[in-house]
């Protein structure tokens, strides 16, 4: 029964100070202290860093498509403040799947979903007309990733 003392102490810890709790289970793990660590609690902790990385590339994609949109359906407003979207975009999310590869499989799981809030941010912020974009996925995969691709053109 001593032995959850730590375990129990370090369960109400992560619901009552996040930041002490994360702390003492990095301190328990550089000392190899696995018999009080909160197991359950950071493999939660896990699994949400792994998802707070695939909504950041979903969220990056989703602007990059809403940019890249904007772009091919309003050439008469085309500025660089666009062209920088698309290329932070693009390179954050490089940066992001440098980091994690594992997460390139990601984008084409989730490409027709991450399009349609794409192509309704564009519609909503440039008040294009619904029926100028097409519904569906327009670009590949390679495209939307490329760093010298843009709508509309042949590179």
Do not use: C
């Not at 949400?48 to 091919?72: P, V, Y």
């Not at 909503?124 to 053109?153: C, H, K, N």
């Amino acid at each position: 029964m001593a032995v959850q003392a730590p375990h129990i102490e370090l369960a109400l810890l992560y619901r009552e100070d996040y930041a002490a709790w994360a702390r003492e289970t990095a301190a328990r793990l550089r000392a190899r202290d696995f018999d009080g660590l909160d197991t359950e609690s950071a493999a939660e902790e896990l699994e949400a860093l792994a998802g707070k990385d695939e909504r950041e590339l979903l969220r990056r994609l989703t602007i990059l498509i809403q940019h890249l949109l904007k772009w091919e359906y309003q050439p008469e407003y085309r500025t660089k403040s666009w062209l920088a979207t698309i290329r932070v975009q693009r390179k954050d999310i490089g940066k992001l799947l440098r980091d994690s590869p594992s997460l390139r499989r990601r984008i084409g799981l989730n490409l027709e979903e991450v399009f349609a809030e794409g192509r309704e941010e564009a519609i909503f912020e440039a008040g294009l007309v619904l029926e100028r974009i097409p519904v569906g996925v327009l670009y590949t995969e390679d495209q939307i990733l490329s760093p010298d691709w843009l709508p509309g053109t042949s590179a």
